[in-house]
């Protein structure tokens, strides 16, 4: 991961995707990215930001994320890399 100075003096860290879900010629990327001290997961779809949430800590980020890609494999979203 990089790090990166933003505008406000706090340190980030670059996205890192943690999953991907295809459906047809669609995908949906999960991404996580530190913003001081707290956990941004972050959705993409077509590499279009659609929905961020920031979290205390990186465990519930990935729940958070975890919980979208339950919900998606429901709708027929397949996992691809």
């Known amino acids: 991961m990089q790090l990166e100075n933003s505008d406000q003096g706090l340190e980030r860290v670059a996205d890192h995707r943690i999953w991907r879900l295809r459906k047809l010629h669609q995908a949906v990327d999960a991404e996580l990215r530190s913003i001081g001290d707290e956990v941004e997961v972050r959705f993409l779809f077509n590499g279009e930001l659609s929905y961020a949430r920031r979290c205390a800590s990186r ?23």
């Open 59 to 81: 465990e519930l980020a990935l729940e958070t994320a975890a919980s979208k890609r339950a919900e998606l494999e429901r709708e027929g979203w397949n996992f691809h890399w």
